[in-house]
Each structure stands twice: as C-alpha cells, then as structure tokens.
C-alpha cells in the first residue's frame, strides 16, 4: 500500500521561505517524474516542480523557477521542495505525486499516487 504524506506548509510573509516534504512508504522510485503540483481556489492544478528518475535531472514552472529547489534522499523515502522568496501567488495547496504513469510532458501527466497535500499561504 503506498502512501505519500506531506508536510511543512504554514502561513508566511511575503518574501519568507518554507520547506515541505513528501514522505513516502510502500514505493519505489520508478522511472519518470517525482514531482510538486499545486492548485489555488478557482484554478486549474499546476505543475511546481518534478525530480526525473534515472538521469536525476529536475524540472520548473517557469513562474517557480529561481526561487524553489527540488530533491530527493532516497535514504529516508523523502521528496522536499524548498520555497524561497514566496509570493502571494505562491499560495495554494501543495500535492505531491508519485509514479508518472502517462507519456508526455510531466505537468500535464497523469500519477498513480497523489498525497493529501499541505496548504502554503503567503500574505
């Protein structure tokens, strides 16, 4: 049974710093992304971030690109994304997804696990 358990989202100041975490169990990192989407009220779910399994390399929204960094320790089953330089636009409930089980690009791709997510809202 996979689970994927996020954590570290809160209430910041414009221009703080944040950093969540996706604890996984039951997994196994599989070829494809890894990755951060979010979804503001109103909004259609975006694609943060993704960490691709084998070659390591990550990807960016371009509206996230600078500010947030993406990575994995394997060695404790954890995805972080840390946020820095948040702005109001940053705030949204924050997923994270496992197991890219569609081709195509990966913020439009389609997961086989979904976490319960973590609300992150910058004032």
């Known amino acids: 049974h996979v689970q994927l358990v996020e954590s570290g989202g809160g209430s910041v100041q414009a221009g703080g710093s944040l950093r969540l975490s996706c604890i996984s169990s039951g997994y196994t990192y599989g070829r494809g992304c890894m990755g951060w989407f979010r979804q503001a009220p109103g909004k259609e779910r975006e694609g943060v971030a993704c960490?691709?399994?084998?070659?390591?390399?990550?990807s960016y929204a371009d509206s996230v690109k600078g500010r947030f960094t993406i990575s994995r320790d394997n060695t404790i089953n954890t995805l972080f994304l840390q946020t820095n330089s948040l702005k109001p636009e940053d705030t949204a409930m924050y997923y994270c997804?496992?197991?890219?089980?569609?081709?195509?690009?990966?913020?439009?791709?389609?997961?086989?696990?979904w976490g319960q997510g973590t609300q992150v809202t910058v004032s």
């Open positions: 997804a496992a197991e890219q089980v569609s081709h195509g690009v990966w913020w439009e791709a389609e997961f086989a696990y």
């Open positions: 960490f691709i399994t084998p070659s390591l390399h990550t």
